[in-house]
């Protein structure tokens, strides 16, 4: 009888550790969960709670890709989507939680905006198994193990320029061959945060000296997003800009235009990242949700997308502007680069 109780007790003490810690109780638990019936309880739940509301800044078509399949999969939940620009969603979900209705379950959007979003103790660390594959730079970390969020997919920022209109022998390979005579007055930026974080890297690179020496490219400036600048480059209307996405630009290589991208010598890099949203109201189905973007087969979704996977090597170098910064030090380093970037425009 003892040694009886006594694997009783064993197969007790069993059960309620990380990996088989008994269902959890509340979000907490259940974000920090690492129980072997993990899915298992997620799906369980989730299909009772029969949808998942998700905040998104992805393009159209990849996120309806993603939402589609998802759905596909997991038949009984439904997502609902709230799709806006990275600057209009953070807004949305603090003001939503300032007035006590956290309608968000999910968010997908830039770092900026996840960074104000965990600073405002909006988002719930958690914990996936899907984690492992992402080395420690595309993972957001909280305590221990968990994090804020995870990268699940990179914009590179390059030179996109016209092949008809530029030889070449005078594409840039970098930073300083921007700096080229036959570059002059056929360079153009966008002045929003794309613009911004390329200036960001030019300071990072090559320091102040050298944005003023840009200046002197006679460099047009355009109020315009950077899928537009692209167009003007398409249309032969801009010879070049370098603060252009890669996957923007393979998107109409596929389809046959007249225009290439090339890295320069480091590689400003937008990473969307995957959170969830505290005091969610269908947490099980927003952590399925989250395991599915980042798994396998989101990953597979937006790569078909052209974005790039933070746990694959590309032949450039990324890199971060925002790492390592407080919201309130990336506020202020984004007004020092835009206010360079709006003195290249003037003569």
Do not use: C
């Amino acid at each position: 009888m003892k040694i009886t109780a006594l694997i009783a007790a064993i197969l007790t003490i069993m059960s309620s550790s990380v990996w088989g810690q008994g269902t959890p109780k509340t979000l907490n638990d259940l974000a920090r969960y690492k129980g072997a019936d993990r899915d298992k309880v997620l799906l369980d739940v989730a299909k009772a709670e029969g949808k998942v509301v998700w905040y998104t800044s992805l393009a159209g078509g990849s996120y309806k890709a993603l939402v589609a399949a998802f759905e596909k999969k997991y038949t009984s939940i439904k997502v609902e989507v709230y799709r806006a620009g990275s600057k209009d969603i953070a807004p949305k979900i603090i003001n939503e939680a300032q007035a006590g209705r956290y309608l968000a379950d999910a968010v997908e959007s830039t770092p900026g905006i996840l960074m104000l979003l965990r600073d405002q103790h909006i988002l719930q660390p958690y914990t996936t198994p899907e984690l492992k594959r992402y080395p420690e730079e595309a993972r957001t970390q909280a305590q221990g193990d968990e994090v804020f969020w995870v990268t699940d997919r990179e914009s590179f920022i390059g030179l996109g320029y016209n092949k008809k209109m530029l030889p070449q022998k005078d594409v840039p390979k970098n930073y300083q061959d921007l700096l080229k005579p036959a570059l002059k007055g056929k360079l153009a930026m966008s002045i929003d945060s794309t613009g911004d974080r390329v200036i960001g890297t030019m300071l990072k690179v090559k320091g102040p000296e050298y944005v003023e020496k840009l200046r002197g490219q006679e460099v047009k400036l355009f109020k315009i997003s950077g899928a537009a600048m692209r167009d003007l480059i398409v249309a032969g209307e801009v010879t070049a800009s370098p603060a252009i996405f890669r996957n923007h630009v393979l998107v109409k290589i596929a389809a046959g235009a007249p225009i290439d991208w090339v890295p320069m010598d480091l590689v400003p890099t937008n990473a969307g990242g995957s959170g969830v949203i505290a005091k969610s109201s269908h947490p099980h189905a927003a952590l399925l949700l989250i395991d599915f973007i980042i798994g396998e087969e989101g990953q597979s979704i937006l790569e078909s997308f052209k974005y790039g996977v933070a746990w694959k090597n590309y032949p450039f170098k990324r890199y971060y502007p925002e790492r390592g910064m407080t919201t309130p030090q990336y506020q202020q380093a984004l007004k020092k680069w835009d206010k360079l970037l709006l003195s290249l425009g003037k003569s």
